[in-house]
C-alpha cells in the first residue's frame, strides 16, 4: 500500500515568489494535515483538511493557505515568500475520527533565496 | 489551547544506556498521545500511541512509554538503547477539544555513542 507521497521533494524559490506544495494521503485517509518542521522549533501545525473542508489551522499568516481537493490530495501555497519561511513541510494524513494516528510523507524541503 | 514540552532537546547516551525521555503536555480533557521517531533522512513514523485502557504502552523497537494523567506526563523509556536508536523523538497530542488538530513537541534529538 503506498504511503503520504509529497511532490516536489525540494524547491528552491526566491524572497517574494510563491510556491505550491502537493500532498497524496493514502488510500481511504480523508484528513490531511500540514506541518511546518524549521530547525530548533519542532513541528508547527499550519493546516488541517476533511472532507474537502478547512477545518482547522495554525498561528500562520494568511500567505499561508491550500485546499482539499475531491480525492482528497491537497494543496499547500504560500503566497509572497519570505526568507523565515525555507523549513521542511510535511504532510500527513489520517482516517477521519477520534482515535486515529497520523501517518507522514517525506516531506518538501523549500528553500527561499 | 494545548501544547506539548519536552524538556531534553539533545540527549547523548552511550549504547546499552537506559533512556527516558520526558513530555508534559497542558489539557484537562481527554487527550490522545503518540511519540514519533524521525531517523536520519527518514520520514516521521509512529513509535507507539496511548487512546485508552493501560496507560503504560509498548511501542516498537522495544520502546514502551507511561501515561501519568495526573502529572499531564508521557515520558517515553528504552532499557538498553542501541547506536540504530540514533534520531529524533516528538511527542505528540490530540486533545478531544473539538477541534481534533494533533499538537508536537520541539523533539529531542538522541545520538547514541556506539
Known amino acids: 500500500e503506498a504511503g503520504v507521497t509529497q511532490s516536489p521533494t525540494h524547491l528552491i524559490k526566491t524572497r517574494g515568489q510563491q510556491a505550491t506544495l502537493r500532498c497524496s494521503p493514502i488510500?481511504?485517509?480523508?484528513?490531511v494535515y500540514w506541518y511546518q518542521q524549521a530547525l530548533g522549533l519542532g513541528l508547527q501545525f499550519l493546516l488541517w483538511?476533511?472532507?474537502?473542508?478547512?477545518?482547522n489551522r495554525g498561528n500562520f499568516p494568511p500567505r499561508f493557505s491550500g485546499r482539499q481537493f475531491p480525492n482528497y490530495s491537497s494543496e499547500l501555497n504560500v503566497n509572497a515568500l519570505e526568507l523565515e519561511d525555507s523549513a521542511l513541510y510535511l504532510c500527513?494524513?489520517?482516517?477521519?475520527?477520534?482515535?486515529?494516528?497520523?501517518?507522514f510523507g517525506q516531506g518538501t524541503r523549500l528553500t527561499v533565496v | 489551547a494545548q501544547s506539548v514540552s519536552q524538556h531534553n532537546h539533545h540527549v547523548i547516551l552511550s549504547e546499552a544506556a537506559s533512556l527516558e525521555l520526558g513530555c508534559n503536555y497542558s489539557y484537562g480533557g481527554t487527550v490522545n498521545l503518540f511519540w514519533y521517531v524521525q531517523y536520519p533522512g527518514q520520514h516521521l513514523q509512529l513509535l507507539l500511541k496511548?487512546?485508552?485502557?493501560?496507560?503504560l504502552v509498548k511501542g516498537i523497537k522495544g520502546f514502551e512509554a507511561e501515561f501519568i494523567k495526573s502529572k499531564f506526563s508521557f515520558n517515553l523509556r528504552k532499557p538498553s538503547v542501541q547506536w540504530s536508536d540514533t534520531a529524533e523523538y516528538f511527542c505528540a497530542v490530540n486533545a478531544r477539544a473539538g477541534d481534533d488538530k494533533i499538537i508536537f513537541g520541539k523533539g529531542t534529538r538522541l545520538h547514541i555513542l556506539p
Open positions: 500527513a494524513s489520517s482516517l477521519v475520527g477520534w482515535n486515529t494516528e497520523a501517518f
Open positions: 483538511y476533511d472532507e474537502g473542508e478547512e477545518r
Open positions: 488510500s481511504g485517509h480523508t484528513s
Open positions: 496511548y487512546f485508552s485502557g493501560d496507560p
